[in-house]
């Protein structure tokens, strides 16, 4: 294995064995982004979502799927023009990558509950290790609204990346806890984002969020109606679940001791909404 590679491994946490494919996913996931921006790709679109949140904000939890948004919407743009960029620089550092497009008409309820036509997705992974697998979606007629930000990253070079500003990935992460149908396969990594936005004083931009639900699900709502509904999600849902969801992710359990229905309503109440 190349010398950058690993130490990037080992720097990742300092209980390595434990966490080894938590950390895997995201170094691979950092090399990605390199090769993205060795190819220009943030010229062109942005970072967001959950990985986003971990890999540049230090949220201390692990994920696992990479989002994109195009700048404006293009519905002609391929991102398949950036993999040979993204492949060469896993090759530099001594690993071979494949990736595939996803054929969507074979996806289950679950996963396509949150993916638009324009919407096109590919698996990053070893050739080596078939099982890990990395989801690569780029929605290239996204919901606009939002601000972008340059983030840089030290590993396996310094490179800069494009990514939603905090509000607006407050708001995407809005958008998916309260509208995800998942009925009994509640994601808790949607639980754990809200909390840790609370916690950090982020404010919403409803502005953002309102597009989404607008293109997304066809509602015309005010943030008054939006409470409501996230009041009543986070009042209803079976807290247990979300636990075990967000409990394969995360270093520290203890953190989830005070979660209950109760208390993520008082989270809800906290919420500030950016002017």
């Known amino acids: ?47 967001y979502g959950g990985t986003c949140l971990r890999i540049i904000h230090g949220l201390n939890r692990y994920s696992e799927d990479m989002d994109f948004s195009l700048l ?74 939002f601000e972008t930000e340059q983030k840089l990253l030290l590993q396996p070079f310094a490179f800069m990346v494009r990514c939603f500003t905090l509000p607006d990935l407050f708001a995407g992460k809005m958008h998916a806890l309260v509208f995800r149908n998942w009925k009994n396969r509640i994601k808790g990594r949607d639980w754990y984002d809200f909390d840790w936005y609370i916690r950090n004083g982020v404010e919403l931009d409803f502005s953002h969020l309102h597009e989404r639900i607008r293109e997304f699900n066809g509602a015309d709502m005010s943030y008054e109606q939006f409470i409501i509904l996230l009041k009543e999600k986070l009042s209803t849902a079976n807290i247990d679940l979300v636990k075990a969801d967000v409990g394969t992710f995360i270093l520290d359990h203890r953190e989830l001791e005070i979660w209950s229905n109760d208390y993520f309503l008082m989270l809800a109440d906290k919420i500030k909404v950016k002017k």
């Open 1 to 47: 294995m190349n010398d950058i590679f690993e130490r990037m491994l080992t720097e990742h946490h300092s209980n390595f064995d434990e966490h080894h494919r938590n950390a895997l996913y995201e170094v691979t996931q950092q090399i990605a982004l390199s090769g993205l921006y060795r190819g220009g790709f943030f010229d062109k679109a942005a970072f």
């Open 72 to 145: 404006n919407k293009d519905e002609s743009f391929s991102i398949e023009d950036y993999f040979p960029a993204i492949i060469t620089e896993f090759k530099a550092l001594g690993r071979d990558i494949t990736i595939t497009k996803k054929d969507k008409r074979n996806f289950g309820k679950v996963e396509s509950a949150f993916l638009k036509d324009t919407t096109e997705v590919y698996d990053l992974s070893f050739q080596t290790e078939k099982s890990l697998k990395i989801k690569i979606e780029v929605d290239t007629m996204p919901p606009l609204k």
